[in-house]
């Protein structure tokens, strides 16, 4: 990949992996709630799904079920209430951490696994539009595509990976502030209600 061409995808992709959407809230809601080493499996889980998911619509796989609204809002649908079922799982957890307990029991972490970061990222059809467009930007009929897919899919995970790391630090840290356990229980409930709104947002193609 030539400098100018890494200098101009490094551009397109910042203000996409840093804003707020579905996996940055929910890796932010995690490393808040449970721990940044909590986070390693669901982070390995999302990013695997990013970098094959990538490698396949670059290479033209799948492409073609995208063009049947159908299929994007059951993917919506699906995705919608994936996360609203995380949303509740932070809920429950701040009600759990109200419960009276002995004073020598720490909050336990709690590993968000594999699949589940996974799935944050199969079920948002947003994302696959995302990953189409930079392609449409960045491959050109004239080079090695087969080479160039590879390279891009690389560039654009591991950009992903430095984005949502930043925000598991920065859910982190609001803990480290706010450490008294009410404070704490109102950060799962903040970070819930983000997810429950994330669910709605991906949800938005079943009213369109």
């Not at 059809?125 to 930079?134: D, E, L």
């Amino acid at each position: 990949m030539r400098l100018e061409t890494l200098i101009g995808l490094l551009v397109f992709l910042l203000p996409l992996a840093y804003s707020p959407g579905p996996g940055n809230a929910f890796f932010a809601a995690v490393g808040a709630s449970n721990g940044t080493r909590a986070t390693v499996p669901a982070l390995a889980g999302y990013h695997a799904a990013t970098f094959g998911v990538t490698v396949l619509i670059g290479f033209g796989i799948g492409a073609t079920a995208f063009e049947h609204p159908e299929f994007t809002r059951i993917l919506s649908a699906a995705g919608g209430i994936y996360i609203l079922w995380l949303a509740l799982g932070f809920i429950r957890a701040a009600r759990t951490s109200a419960e009276p307990k002995g004073d020598l029991e720490p909050k336990k972490e709690k590993n968000i696994g594999f699949w589940a970061g996974a799935m944050v990222l199969l079920l948002n059809p947003k994302a696959y539009y995302i990953i189409a467009a930079m392609f449409t930007q960045f491959l050109h009929p004239s080079e090695d595509n087969a080479t160039k897919v590879v390279a891009i899919a690389l560039v654009f995970t591991l950009n992903n990976l430095l984005a949502f790391t930043v925000w598991v630090l920065g859910g982190r840290t609001l803990t480290v502030l706010f450490q008294n356990e009410r404070a704490r229980r109102w950060i799962d409930y903040l970070f819930a209600a983000s997810l429950i709104g994330v669910a709605a947002w991906m949800a938005l193609p079943l009213f369109t």
